[in-house]
């Protein structure tokens, strides 16, 4: 029942903020968002008492072809509730003090689009989950074609076909699976018991991971990313950086590994390479950037580089390292995402070199995005440091020489970040930044929640693993061949 209401609050929440009108719209939205995140403490503090048993939802739904509203919550997509429940009433308060045209469909989208999320990460039918991974398509479409910058068209429709693409590759996999199933199912239980030969595992394998891939975004299927950050609205970037690029690392744990364990041995060490030459390629990319919205988008693929190299490791560090970075990923990358909204809404452009001095006109703001940037490069006692600490553990015991070259991203990122932040915070005002004002009471609100989460998360992560590790040792059981 709990699992229900998870599900379904954002659903009906949708609806409501729809019919509301512009004037309440955002905050019943708020509103509607803090009730959810409630309600994920609670199903959490009952997780943990209980165990998983009690988020299990069964029941038939068509009969021929067998498909079941099949729903529950393991460590690991609890974690990513909770990381999508969390993320959506902060990304919600970013909008507040911004004027946004028909606030009642915008926010009713967000709302959408966190129902579709959720039933991502709860779906344990194969043709479900594939519904809810379409479903969450279509929020982010319109939102971004409606709300986004100027050439905002070619690019959403870019991104469309790009994702679309993708997933009819998934629909025909999981097509082949059905047919491949003596049992004629879409349950994850019975998929992950199936035998499937090497030579069925070595094509179904790609028509998984390019869906996921897509959503990553894994180089070189990467090429609508930073068009579509960019041109997007703050609150747009945020849900694609920040929680549904998520959809396709989890996919990678909970539907690639586990189903597909001889192809993932086959073709590991080319996914390997594609990883880590990411994380290289994009980061030299992001230093030559000269938008900050670029920067942040260039630097979002070169740390999901590394997150996804861990996935491919197969060993419980590199596994552990993935989920970890996975939810620091996205609370960094929100708070980078809305510092740089925050300076376009100040000064109007995006541009690096029109930048510089804010320090000196806005010290709070100065000192919370500091914060921020030290996550995103990893320092120690913040939440970014432990994930690609395991993360590059995991590979070095994969290979080391794929480590020494993922571990460049550590130097790689403090040079674009702190180069990106020198230019704009630091130096002497000029006529762009000499008027710029100090946080308004939901920046600074938002920047606090972010802050105290990557401190706290940092300087005691042992709760996240506890909760991901059985279900992470259950994933590479299945994944790893005897």
Same mark, same amino acid.
């Given at each position: 029942?709990?699992?229900?209401?998870?599900?379904?609050?954002?659903?009906?929440?949708?609806?409501?903020?729809?019919?509301?009108?512009?004037?309440?719209?955002?905050?019943?939205?708020?509103?509607?968002? @803090?009730?959810?995140?409630?309600?994920?403490?609670?199903?959490?503090?009952?997780?943990?008492?209980?165990?998983?048993?009690?988020?299990?939802v069964f029941q038939e739904w068509i009969t021929d072809p067998k498909i079941s509203?099949?729903?529950? $919550?393991?460590?690991?997509?609890?974690?990513?509730?909770?990381?999508?429940?969390?993320?959506?009433?902060?990304?919600?308060?970013?909008?507040?003090?911004?004027?946004?045209?028909?606030?009642?469909?915008?926010?009713?989208?967000?709302l959408m689009m966190q129902f579709a999320l959720l039933g991502v990460f709860m779906?344990?039918?194969?043709? /479900?989950?594939?519904?809810?991974?379409?479903?969450?398509?279509?929020?982010?479409?319109?939102?971004?074609?409606? *709300?986004?910058?100027?050439?905002? #068209?070619? #690019?959403?429709?870019?991104?469309?076909?790009?994702?679309?693409?993708?997933?009819?590759?998934?629909?025909?996999?999981?097509?082949?699976?059905?047919?491949?199933?003596? +049992?004629?199912?879409?349950?994850?239980?019975?998929?992950?018991?199936?035998?499937?030969?090497?030579?069925?595992?070595?094509?179904?394998?790609?028509?998984?991971?390019?869906?996921?891939?897509?959503?990553?975004?894994?180089?070189?299927?990467?090429?609508?990313?930073?068009?579509?950050?960019?041109?997007?609205?703050?609150?747009?970037?945020?849900?694609?950086?920040?929680?549904?690029?998520?959809?396709?690392?989890?996919?990678?744990?909970?539907?690639?590994?586990?189903?597909?364990?001889?192809?993932?041995?086959?073709?590991?060490? $080319?996914?390997? +390479?594609?990883? =880590?030459?990411?994380?290289?390629?994009?980061?030299?990319?992001?230093?030559?950037?000269?938008?900050?919205?670029? #920067?942040?988008?260039?630097?979002?693929?070169?740390?999901?580089?590394?997150?996804?190299?861990?996935?491919?490791? $197969?060993?419980?560090?590199?596994?552990?390292?993935?989920?970890?970075?996975?939810?620091?990923?996205?609370?960094?990358?929100? +708070?980078?995402?809305?510092?740089?909204?925050?300076?376009?809404?100040?000064?109007?452009?995006?541009?690096?070199?029109?930048?510089?001095?804010?320090?000196?006109?806005?010290?709070?703001?100065?000192?919370?995005?500091?914060?921020?940037? $030290?996550?995103?490069?990893?320092?120690?006692?913040?939440?970014?440091?432990? +994930?690609?600490?395991?993360?590059?553990?995991?590979?070095?015991?994969?290979?080391?020489?794929?480590?020494?070259?993922?571990?460049?991203?550590? =130097?790689?990122?403090?040079?674009?970040?702190?180069?990106?932040?020198?230019?704009?915070?630091?130096?002497?005002?000029?006529? #762009?930044?000499?008027?710029?004002?100090?946080?308004?009471?939901?920046?600074?609100?938002?920047? *606090?929640?972010?802050?105290?989460?990557?401190i706290a998360a940092g300087i005691y992560p042992q709760p996240i693993l506890a909760?991901?590790?059985?279900?992470?040792?259950?994933? /590479?059981?299945?994944? @790893?061949?005897?």
């Open positions: 029942m709990l699992t229900l209401l998870l599900l379904l609050f954002p659903l009906v929440a949708s609806l409501v903020v729809l019919a509301s009108g512009n004037k309440l719209a955002a905050k019943l939205a708020l509103l509607f968002a @803090v009730v959810e995140l409630g309600l994920t403490g609670y199903g959490l503090s009952v997780f943990l008492l209980s165990g998983p048993e009690l988020f299990t509203l099949n729903l529950g $919550l393991d460590g690991l997509s609890m974690l990513m509730v909770l990381l999508t429940n969390f993320l959506l009433p902060v990304i919600i308060l970013t909008s507040f003090n911004r004027v946004i045209d028909n606030a009642k469909a915008y926010f009713s989208l967000i779906a344990n039918d194969g043709l /479900l989950y594939y519904i809810f991974w379409e479903l969450a398509l279509i929020p982010i479409y319109f939102i971004a074609l409606n *709300w986004g910058g100027p050439n905002r #068209v070619p #690019v959403t429709l870019k991104f469309f076909i790009y994702t679309l693409a993708g997933s009819l590759f998934m629909l025909f996999g999981f097509i082949a699976l059905y047919h491949l199933n003596p +049992g004629k199912s879409f349950n994850i239980t019975e998929l992950y018991s199936m035998v499937i030969s090497k030579e069925n595992q070595a094509w179904l394998f790609w028509m998984f991971f390019v869906a996921f891939a897509i959503k990553i975004p894994i180089i070189p299927f990467h090429t609508w990313q930073a068009d579509t950050y960019k041109e997007s609205p703050t609150q747009g970037t945020m849900l694609l950086s920040g929680i549904m690029l998520k959809m396709g690392t989890y996919s990678l744990l909970r539907w690639l590994l586990p189903v597909f364990p001889e192809g993932v041995a086959m073709w590991t060490p $080319l996914i390997m +390479g594609l990883c =880590i030459a990411g994380i290289v390629y994009a980061s030299i990319i992001a230093i030559m950037q000269k938008d900050l919205k670029r #920067v942040l988008a260039y630097s979002s693929v070169a740390h999901v580089g590394l997150i996804s190299a861990g996935i491919f490791t $197969l060993n419980i560090t590199g596994l552990e390292g993935s989920v970890v970075q996975m939810l620091s990923h996205g609370v960094v990358v929100v +708070g980078l995402f809305f510092a740089a909204d925050i300076i376009y809404h100040r000064t109007n452009t995006f541009e690096i070199d029109k930048l510089g001095g804010i320090r000196t006109a806005a010290p709070q703001f100065n000192t919370l995005f500091l914060i921020i940037v $030290l996550a995103s490069v990893g320092l120690p006692l913040t939440n970014s440091f432990i +994930g690609e600490f395991l993360l590059l553990l995991g590979v070095f015991q994969y290979n080391y020489i794929a480590a020494g070259v993922g571990g460049l991203t550590i =130097i790689l990122s403090a040079v674009y970040m702190f180069r990106m932040f020198q230019r704009v915070m630091l130096g002497k005002t000029n006529e #762009v930044t000499v008027n710029f004002a100090d946080l308004h009471w939901n920046e600074k609100v938002v920047l *606090w929640i972010l802050v105290i989460v990557i909760i991901a590790e059985p279900a992470l040792r259950i994933i /590479l059981d299945n994944a @790893v061949l005897n």
